[in-house]
């Protein structure tokens, strides 16, 4: 069955860094789009970035150059890089997966079929 579930989260200091890893099964992510999303305490979930079916990476799909997606297709996986880490930056932090986004990937979660659990990114001195 298909499931997505993410990885890497946890506690950093301001300025650090995290590499969050979002794990495939069920199906490839060759010719899915993948999109991170995260949801901080008591605000409403916004996308973060996201990669298109063809490996296509839109330009708002990095927070102000500090995040950057990849896909692995031979893990199954793709990961989202995370420097210079700031407090506004704690969230939980979603994955999920669409089929119907080849060309170009939007971070509209309505759009995403395929949820994971999240895991939780806490950035803190």
């Known amino acids: 069955q298909v499931q997505l579930v993410e990885s890497g989260g946890g506690l950093v200091q301001p300025g650090g860094s995290l590499r969050l890893s979002c794990a495939a099964s069920?199906?490839?992510?060759?010719?899915?789009?993948i999109g991170w999303f995260r949801q901080p305490p008591g605000k409403e979930r916004e996308g973060v970035s996201c990669?298109?079916?063809?490996?296509?990476?839109p330009h708002f799909a990095s927070v102000k150059g500090r995040f950057t997606i990849s896909r692995d297709n031979a893990k199954n996986t793709v990961y989202l890089e995370m420097n210079a880490l700031k407090p506004e930056d704690t969230a939980v932090y979603y994955c999920?997966?669409?089929?119907?986004?080849?060309?170009?990937?939007?971070?509209?979660?309505?759009?995403?079929?395929?949820w994971g659990q999240g895991t939780q990114v806490t950035v803190s001195s």
């Open positions: 999920a997966g669409s089929s119907d986004m080849y060309y170009f990937c939007q971070d509209d979660a309505q759009l995403y079929d395929y």
């Open positions: 990669i298109s079916g063809d490996g296509t990476i």
């Open positions: 069920g199906f490839t992510l060759d010719g899915f789009a």
